[in-house]
């Protein structure tokens, strides 16, 4: 539920209203008949109104010099604004209730009710929230922003150019909307068809709903012989805030039946799009048309077999195999079943293919559709005008364009023209004669004066022209400026580089450790290049020692800086090359005894040791000096 016609500058005009009739009383000033005076009033209404939101005292109004070199003062209370306001809050109030209808719902059955909009703030309004919901109004939002938020997030939905997190917003049609449209004679004849419409039976249709959500097509079905309108219109006139309920009318054309048929199956797409707009966006026509197809052709069922004689029962006297187990049984199975495996695989490797089914051919009737064109008469503007409208609007953005790119070149020369007037008296002042500063002084000012002259309705590239000329003469000058700062720190800069690779040279040439593992040749390189260098820098410090501060450089610091990073890109990889790591010792083989090792006295002595048990043990056993007895066991009873 809604009401388009109420909202928070409403409750601003019922106090302006009220302000113009006082001062008119008052003052004897007719403040509708001055627009100046009119939006003065108004936005001071406005203040008033949020004053009063807060407070519940008497607020003054005061506006200096309204007409007529007339100052107006007034005051107002809580009290007395929303006596003035009471219709609006019953309007407001009448809205709610119809919101909960709506919803089919319980004011015990809402959650949360969220102010939104500035005019929320009145008190009087939050009393109607809590006497219609039963709770207080929350105001988690920022009620300014919070429409304007909304409008932001849904354009970058909308826009490919911004990626924001997926949400679900369904949007809703605010009326309802039907279709209306001529009866005729001939619909009787398909009434009972089981495919007709329940359209073609009536007049009028409502084929969008209130808040039925949209973008939303629907596609309808007429049975006519000649051209008809549809017409289509708000289904509820007295809801609207508009006096005129008609959205346009539609005429299909070229509705001709094709023999043997009396009527043309018509179908129509209605079409609510993403910007809440109705419109008939399709119309066709179902032709028919013969189609040749294959059939299948059913064969006759074979006749099933006469039913052969069951088995004679075994005699009772006979005996019966017993039943095995089912291990047994499955055991059995497997093992009959394996020779004949192998013939299994050979029957279906011989399988034939199966055979296709017989088809005939047969002539079957389809529907297909045929576009008619649509004759749109609405309100609304046509493809052509639309067309028509964002092509002005492109050409205005184009000029709108261009004019910005022109004041923008307008303001970078006059900004260059007093940045070159202030450095002229400062910082180049040493670095150009007296006759250059006067000569380029004059062009600065004769330049100035053309701006806000001549030049205030030029072309951009014509002030792009006067802007290139004052740098080519401006930039000679900076540039003996920017030379002499930076000449310094250039010279320093390789200086300090061919100092660093000198050292490393003179080191390695001293034979130091640290730089032995470098290769002759590449040490060479190292050295031929930073002759060079320091060739370049003497010859550089030589040519700018003859320069004055007014020439014009010939050689630039630039140079230096280049042949600075040319030296470290060389000699860097070389010089920084690390040292290789030494060749881990080979692992020692283990010894069998001591004799294979004479020269090692440590390894001969404990075999030695560890033989002498064994000579005292053979000893023994011989009876030779040096061992003891065996004395073999003995078994005593």
């Keep these: 539920a809604c009401d388009p016609n109420l909202g928070g500058r409403d409750f601003d005009m019922c106090i302006f209203q009220h302000m113009a009739k006082e001062s008119e009383e008052k003052y004897k000033l007719k403040v509708m008949t001055n627009v100046k005076a009119r939006v003065r009033l108004l936005k001071a209404c406005e203040r008033l109104k949020k004053v009063m939101s807060t407070n519940a005292i008497k607020i003054p109004l005061n506006v200096e010099c309204l007409m007529e070199d007339t100052d107006v003062s007034s005051s107002m209370d809580r009290e007395f604004f929303e006596s003035l306001s009471s219709p609006l809050i019953a309007k407001m109030k009448e809205t709610m209730q119809k ?48 429409v304007a938020r909304g409008c932001a997030f849904q354009a970058a939905i909308c826009s490919p150019a911004f990626k924001v997190r997926e949400f679900s917003i369904a949007d809703a049609c605010p009326y309802s909307i039907s279709l209306h449209w001529k009866a005729t004679e001939e619909l009787m004849d398909v009434v009972n068809e089981e495919d007709a419409s329940e359209l073609t039976k009536g007049t009028t249709t409502e084929v969008f709903k209130q808040l039925a959500n949209f973008p939303a097509s629907k596609q309808l079905k007429f049975y006519r012989k000649a051209d008809f309108t549809i017409s289509a219109n708000y289904s509820h006139p007295e809801g609207l805030h508009i006096s ?4 346009g009318s539609f005429r299909i054309t070229n509705v001709v039946p094709q023999p043997p048929d009396n009527l043309c199956q018509v179908r129509i797409k209605a079409r609510v799009n993403s910007n809440g707009i109705f419109t008939i966006s399709n119309a066709v026509i179902m032709e028919r048309h013969e189609k040749e197809v294959e059939v299948p052709i059913e064969e006759p069922k074979a006749e099933t077999p006469a039913e052969t004689p069951a088995e004679p029962a075994p005699a009772a006297d006979q005996p019966q195999e017993a039943p095995k187990p089912a291990g047994e049984q499955t055991e059995t199975m497997a093992t009959d079943a394996s020779p004949a495996a192998p013939e299994a695989g050979a029957e279906q490797q011989e399988k034939p293919e199966p055979v296709k089914p017989k088809t ?66 400062t910082c180049l002042s040493r670095h150009t004669t007296e006759a250059e500063r006067e000569a380029f002084g004059k062009i600065l ?56 690779i000198q050292k490393i040279l003179d080191s390695y040439a001293a034979g130091e450790e ?12 190292v050295e031929k ?6 060739q370049k820098l003497a010859s550089f410090i030589d040519t700018v020692s003859k320069f004055k501060p007014t020439a014009d450089p010939t050689v630039f610091s630039a140079d230096l800086y280049t042949a600075k990073r040319d030296l470290e890109t060389v000699c860097h990889p070389i010089i920084t090359r690390p040292k290789p790591a030494p060749a881990p010792p080979a692992p020692a083989t283990p010894e069998k005894n001591g004799t294979d090792n004479p020269a090692s006295g440590e ?10 048990p064994k000579k005292a043990a053979t000893n023994a056993a011989n009876g030779e000096p040096g061992g003891k007895p065996v004395v073999e066991d003995m078994d005593v009873d």
């Design 529 to 534: 290049v930073l002759k060079e260098k320091q």
């Design 603 to 612: 390894s001969a002595a404990p075999d030695a040791k560890s033989d002498s």
């Design 360 to 425: 005939k051919k047969e002539i079957k009737i389809v529907l297909r559709p045929r576009d008619i064109p649509v004759e749109v008469s609405s309100s609304q503007l046509s493809h052509d005008q639309l067309l028509e409208f964002t092509d002005f609007q492109a050409k205005l953005n184009q000029s709108d364009k261009i004019e910005r790119e022109r004041q923008d070149m307008k303001n970078s020369l006059e900004e260059y023209v007093y940045h070159m007037r202030e450095k002229l008296e």
């Design 514 to 525: 640290i730089f032995d593992h470098l290769a002759k040749e590449d040490m060479a390189k």
């Design 244 to 247: 005129n309920p008609a959205i």
């Design 445 to 500: 000012t004769e330049t100035e004066d053309w701006i806000y002259d001549e030049g205030e309705d030029a072309k951009k590239s014509v002030v792009s022209k006067r802007l290139e000329g004052l740098k080519q003469t401006g930039g000679r000058f900076m540039l003996r400026f920017t030379e002499t700062e930076e000449r310094t720190g250039a010279i320093n800069a390789l200086t300090n580089a061919c100092e660093a």
């Design 99 to 146: 919101a909960l209808v709506s919803a089919n719902l319980k004011p015990e059955e809402v959650y949360s009710v969220e102010l939104v909009g500035g005019g929320t703030r009145i008190p009087a309004l939050k009393k109607v929230v809590k006497e219609i919901f039963g709770k207080e109004g929350s105001t988690t939002l920022n009620a300014d922003e919070a």
